[in-house]
């Protein structure tokens, strides 16, 4: 099975001379990474290559090459190390073998128990979500006005163990987001004002407005074993339930249900309908939806704007950016106008889409039968979202049982990481051939600081942040301009190449929210400190920082997930490799 489209990253060692790249080529490109993302608004160049035209799937190649033989390349990064080893004694290269052997089998240790307790969480959260979609279908059946009651624990909780999760990834800002707010109003209502029937009215349209519409916006699935995506299925799913069992069955449409009295929907029975649209969608917004609104963006964009930015904390603002069809424009607008402007615009496109569906939730006010088919609607949709999930993870094995071809694709990828040239030019005609013969195309990025990267403004210094800056705009790039889909996209990282790699993958996973095809790391090594110490002895490695591309604790970041959210990780050294000895990650 040919590979369609491809994309390569491929890092360059520094003894290439500006003088030696002025040819031109005829896949070279150049593009501007948007000014919001980490090193944007620097220009930088790419060479595509692109595909045969027999080639018939559409998955993509990162390949982040890195020359373990570049002895320029490795001195700068051992430098301080080596100067240190030069001063210890070498007798401290037994004690240090020893230490590092313990150091391997602890971490080993800890990665299979970690593996063993990431399983059972995954088979726990099957059973409460698989309970949860039983439960909640028969208390909605059975005694719609009492789900409230299963929803305010079941709410709250699983909100709170989100924000524990998210503090801890940087991204609780996220709760500042409409969808919890509007549970939280729901919750209110229900224990606080269950007799107002104006604060019914803007929970109704909330739940069956921009909150149930959100779940086809963002592709919310019912993975019964993720967390995450049952949190998000029960967040935005729950107050719909909620609203429906109250509007048809509480009074007083109802004075029978049990529990039915406990609640106030309507001013009386026949009100209800009297209800004009305008009156429904005018509460909703003058009542909670503006207020929301206006709050969100003073507290979330201008008071901690710059200090979000700062930290690198996350917002759905990150998230909208690179989604179709807002992210496009929201980001061309950025290139025009002030930031807190186009906020501002984005925030007016939230309004425009949430009166929209409020329009469509004046309907269902009205109507029983288009609110049950309404509801079943979303919750389909969830369920057929699983499935693509399950059956995209499943489909693979699939496809391989189904296969002819003799060598599998993932043997074919690997081919793709022999030794190649140096310079973006100069090694034009091997990726060529690697292009035709792998059917994929290639995306070749600049190493920064050296070739055609010093012709850029912001491309010329040379730094670890500036690599993974390359390496998103790169990735950014495949997905925004090239149009790849994320989980097309297959990293490959060879030697130095493997500490990008596995933070592009980490960075696509919890910035974007992309799920990435894969990822191969061929000799990769442990850290660049347990690099240094295999050269200069131990006592010379602690000039490294310990988190100097730490590749086993990225991977065990990188797992640290549920099922769903993980990586499929491929990982090749050979034993008779020199330059890096061979360990098991």
Not at 20 to 48: C, M
Not at 276 to 287: C, E, H, V
Not at 475 to 485: D, E, H, M, T, W
Request: aromatic share 12%; hydrophobic share 50%.
């Amino acid at each position: 099975m040919g590979l369609s489209l491809a994309a390569s990253f491929v890092f360059l060692p520094p003894d290439i001379t500006d003088a030696e790249t002025k040819q031109e080529s005829d896949y070279l490109v150049w593009d501007e990474q948007p000014a919001k993302f980490p090193g944007g608004g620097v220009r930088r160049p790419f060479l595509w290559l692109p595909a045969p035209r027999d080639a018939k799937t559409q998955r993509t190649l990162i390949f982040f090459h890195g020359n373990a033989e570049d002895t320029w390349t490795l001195g700068l990064l051992l430098l301080p190390a080596l100067a240190v080893g030069l001063a210890v004694s070498r007798q401290s290269k037994l004690v240090a073998a020893f230490a590092q052997l313990n150091d391997l089998q602890e971490r080993g240790d800890r990665q299979q128990a970690l593996a063993k307790k990431v399983i059972e969480v995954d088979k726990q959260w099957f059973m409460i979500g698989v309970a949860n979609m039983v439960l909640s279908a028969y208390i909605v059946g059975a005694f719609p006005v009492l789900y409230f009651l299963f929803f305010t624990p079941k709410v709250l909780s699983l909100i709170v163990l989100r924000l524990v999760k998210f503090y801890r990834k940087k991204q609780h800002f996220l709760l500042w987001d409409f969808c919890y707010w509007a549970n939280f109003l729901c919750i209110f209502y229900c224990w606080v004002m269950p007799k107002s029937p104006r604060v019914f009215r803007v929970v109704f349209m909330c739940a069956n407005g921009p909150l149930a519409w959100s779940v086809l916006a963002f592709n919310h699935a019912m993975v019964f074993h993720s967390y995450a995506h049952m949190t998000s299925v029960v967040v935005h799913v729950s107050p719909l339930l909620l609203s429906y069992g109250l509007r048809w069955y509480a009074a007083p449409v109802s004075e029978h249900g049990l529990g039915a009295r406990h609640f106030q929907v309507c001013p009386s029975s026949d009100s209800c309908s009297d209800i004009s649209a305008l009156q429904l969608i005018w509460d909703t917004l003058i009542g909670f939806y503006l207020w929301w609104l206006v709050l969100y963006y003073i507290w979330i964009f201008i008071a901690l704007g710059s200090y979000i930015e700062r930290h690198s904390y996350q917002t759905l603002w990150d998230r909208i950016l690179v989604m179709k069809p807002v992210g496009p424009v929201l980001q061309s607008l950025l290139q025009k106008w002030p930031k807190l402007l186009v906020q501002l615009v984005y925030l007016l496109i939230h309004l425009a889409f949430s009166t929209a569906t409020m329009l469509v939730a004046v309907v269902l006010w009205h109507s029983q039968i288009a609110h049950f088919a309404f509801l079943m609607a979303i919750v389909l949709s969830t369920i057929k979202n699983a499935g693509d999930f399950y059956f995209d993870v499943i489909g693979s094995k699939y496809e391989e049982a189904a296969s002819n071809t003799k060598i599998p694709v993932s043997k074919k990828i690997l081919s793709a990481s022999g030794a190649l040239a140096d310079d973006l030019i100069l090694i034009e005609p091997d990726l060529v051939q690697m292009a035709k013969a792998l059917k994929c195309n290639f995306l070749a990025v600049e190493y920064p600081g050296y070739g055609l990267c010093t012709r850029s403004k912001g491309c010329e210094e040379i730094s670890f942040a500036g690599v993974e800056d390359v390496a998103l705009h790169a990735l950014v790039y495949c997905v925004s301009v090239r149009g790849i889909p994320p989980e097309k996209v297959l990293l490959h990282g060879r030697s130095l190449g493997s500490g990008p790699v596995l933070r592009l993958a980490k960075r696509a996973r919890d910035l974007m929210r992309w799920h990435i095809g894969g990822v191969v790391l061929q000799c990769p090594f442990i850290s660049i400190r347990q690099v240094a110490a295999d050269y200069v002895g131990l006592p010379g490695s602690y000039l490294i920082p310990s988190d100097c591309y730490n590749n086993l604790d990225a991977l065990q970041e990188l797992c640290h997930e549920s099922l769903n959210m993980w990586v499929p990780i491929l990982i090749l050294h050979g034993e008779l490799d020199k330059a890096l000895t061979p360990r098991a990650l």
